[in-house]
């Protein structure tokens, strides 16, 4: 159910192989409105309440691209564990990125290309999304030209998690950022990775058929 809080369970990455799941993150400082542009993209509301993600939260969605039906987990932290720089596995088998910053607070903006670095750090390639939200505040910033977005040629959005202004664009579009990353991935990690599993896999079945012919040799014929 979305807004759950993630139980270990939950936590298991395996499934983000499966073809129907896919896994979007996001990013950027706290209280730039990460987990209000979730509320209000999964529940179309907002709660204007100060309250700080501390630990990981996943929001859980069915979308339907091309008509068909994908799992999309939407993984939600603090923005404050920067200083402390973010786990791996938060990272891990990401498909999309979501990055935010608070046209209010000049200073979210500069941080980006601290997140932008840790970003593909971890994960080169996946599509990411810049966000400037809370345009409801300053309308005027949407007239504002953002370089950073430019300089690493990744598509800029003008939101409001208050409003809803651009809300459900920004959510499908990552989405299908997502969906067609994994169906096209070209990264070198995940074909690496993919290189490896097929290798050990071949192994063990190479390991299996082994045993049995020994098996049948060795097992002494009825005279
Ligand atoms: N005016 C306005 N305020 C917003 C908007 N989005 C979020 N806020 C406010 O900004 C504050 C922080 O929002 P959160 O969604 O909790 O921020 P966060 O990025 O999840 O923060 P952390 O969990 O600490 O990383 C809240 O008080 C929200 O009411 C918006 O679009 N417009
Ligand atoms: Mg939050």
């Known amino acids: 159910m979305a807004g759950d809080r993630a139980k270990p369970c939950e936590l298991d990455q395996e499934k983000y192989d499966a073809d129907d799941n896919v896994k979007i993150i996001c990013l950027g400082d706290s209280a730039v409105g990460k ?16 309250l700080s993600t501390h630990a990981l939260t996943l929001y ?10 994908v799992l999309v987990d939407f993984w939600d932290t ?23 910053f608070d046209v209010q607070r000049k200073i979210t903006y500069k941080n ?4 932008y670095a840790e970003l593909r750090e971890f994960r080169p390639e996946i599509p990411c999304i810049v966000v400037a939200n809370k345009i409801d505040a300053d309308i005027k910033m949407t ?10 040629s990744l598509p800029l ?3 409001s998690a208050a409003d809803g202004t651009n809300v459900v664009k ?26 490896l599993e097929s290798i050990s896999l071949e192994q063990k079945e190479e390991d299996m058929l082994g045993k049995e012919p020994r098996g049948h040799v060795e097992s002494p014929s009825p005279s």
Not at 61 to 69: F, I, N, Q, S
Not at 112 to 115: G, P
Not at 143 to 152: E, I, M
């Open 35 to 50: 987990s209000k542009l979730m509320e209000r993209f999964l529940m179309d509301g907002f709660q204007p309440r100060q």
């Open 60 to 69: 859980k969605h069915t979308a339907t691209v091309d008509g068909k039906t």
């Open 78 to 100: 603090a923005g404050q564990e920067r200083f402390q720089s973010m786990h791996a596995s938060y990272y891990h088998k990401a498909h999309a990125c979501i990055m935010v």
């Open 112 to 115: 980006l290309s601290t997140w």
């Open 143 to 152: 007239q504002k030209s953002f370089s950073f977005a430019r300089k690493f």
């Open 157 to 159: 959005y003008f939101v």
């Open 170 to 195: 920004l959510f499908s579009d990552a989405i299908r950022l997502a969906v067609s990353y994994k169906q096209n991935s070209r990264d070198f990690m995940d074909e690496v990775l993919q290189e």
